[in-house]
């Protein structure tokens, strides 16, 4: 079974300064990972995700994410954090199938004070 | 171009009670997904859908089902409504079933069951 952990419940930053939200993950066979960002009473917006190739994927809004196999991670990250950076965001795994389902993990909260 | 529709977007039920979603996928895409999420947690797999077929099932009892319709677009019923049932009810679509394109999302039928 595959799962994701994403072990902070909240992530507080001021604007201007970089941010880090991070993600373990754990599958059997080799990962599919994306990032999905959740603004209030909406659903989820694709921002970015690492099927194979290089570790640092560049994704929307300055967003990127650094995939980790050995630590088994993919850290969501943005060198300057916006205030309308703040919302919920989702880290998930998709292991190669015939199918498309997502494993989400339960979400962190980005806060970015001005 | 129009993203993923979901209607309602709101709705009442009683305990017992039995309720249809609906969801119209991205012009183009073939394949829907259907995901449950409750208040402080990340959404979890119902079912997919492809060219009309299920082709994948998450862990949730027979009150559930689905279809597809030959324009793509899709139901969700939900017979029996238990309080537990409350959640955000998202629609996604894709592309094909088990390639590496992004889910996109619908905004999402808030249900809750009184």
């Known amino acids: 079974a595959q799962s994701v952990a994403q072990p902070e419940d909240q992530v507080n930053v001021a604007e201007g300064n970089p941010l880090t939200v991070k993600c373990t993950y754990s599958v059997s066979g080799n990962p599919y990972l994306f990032w999905y960002v959740q603004y209030p009473n909406r659903g989820l917006q694709f921002l970015l995700k690492y099927i194979t190739g290089d570790n640092l994927v560049k994704g929307s809004y300055g967003f990127e994410a650094e995939f980790n196999k050995s630590q088994t991670s993919f850290h969501l990250k943005k060198p300057s954090a916006l205030v309308s950076d703040s919302a919920l965001y989702f880290c998930?795994?998709?292991?190669?199938?015939?199918?498309?389902?997502?494993?989400f993990g339960k979400g962190t909260m980005l806060l970015v004070s001005p | 171009d129009a993203g993923v529709t979901q209607s309602p977007t709101h709705l009442i039920k009683t305990r017992g009670q039995h309720v249809t979603l609906r969801c119209s996928p991205i012009s183009g895409h073939k394949s829907v997904s259907w995901y449950q999420q409750v208040l402080g947690q990340g959404p979890q797999f119902i079912f997919q859908?492809?060219?009309?077929?299920?082709?994948g099932r998450g862990n949730f009892p027979d009150r559930f089902s689905a279809r597809q319709f030959p324009n793509y677009s899709s139901e969700l019923n939900v017979n029996a409504l238990l309080l537990g049932d409350s959640a955000l009810y998202l629609c996604?679509?894709?592309?094909?079933?088990?390639?590496?394109?992004?889910?996109?999302f619908g905004n999402g039928t808030r249900l809750t069951v009184t």
């Open positions: 996604a679509s894709s592309l094909a079933a088990g390639d590496n394109s992004p889910l996109h």
């Open positions: 998930a795994v998709r292991v190669h199938s015939g199918y498309s389902t997502l494993t």
């Open positions: 859908y492809y060219e009309k077929e299920e082709r």
